[in-house]
């Protein structure tokens, strides 16, 4: 909560992980009421949101290894939102319009990363998802 308060923040969340096994041990949600309190309202760990900058990681490497990219190839940022599907991909500040594959990766773009992996699997989405379940790099 400090941390929260000291960055003004609407929401967070901490999860504590058992390290040798990845069993969640502890999750703590605190929103911030209009008079700037904090209270528990919400889980946050399983809100439907922009991927964390952990799966980005998974993100970059199974396009990495299928071939999908390289990392000077040239994406859209949409300076910072993407609409898709009736939906907007957010980035939590804008990065411009331009930049190249590395370069989003380096600023943690979810607009980057999205717009990356719908344009590469958009055919074929199941290439996408059977990739992370076979890989040894995802828990």
Not at 17 to 38: D, F, S
Not at 73 to 95: K, Q, S, T, Y
Request: hydrophobic residues 40%; charged residues 20%; contains cysteine.
């Amino acid at each position: 909560m400090k941390m929260m308060v000291s960055n003004e923040a609407t929401h967070g969340c901490a999860i504590v992980l058992e390290v040798k096994t990845g069993k969640i041990k502890a999750i703590a949600n605190l929103g911030r009421t209009p008079n700037g309190n904090y209270w528990e309202n919400f889980n946050y760990a399983v809100a439907p949101t922009e991927p964390g900058s952990i799966f980005k990681l998974a993100t970059m490497l199974a396009l990495l290894e299928d071939n999908k990219t390289t990392l000077d190839a040239p994406i859209d940022l949409h300076g910072g939102h993407w609409a898709i599907n009736g939906r907007v991909v957010n980035d939590a500040e804008n990065h411009g319009n331009v930049a190249n594959v590395k370069e989003a990766f380096e600023v943690s773009s979810n607009v980057g990363m999205a717009e990356l992996v719908y344009n590469a699997y958009k055919n074929n989405p199941m290439q996408f998802i059977n990739h992370l379940k076979k890989s040894d790099w995802v828990a």
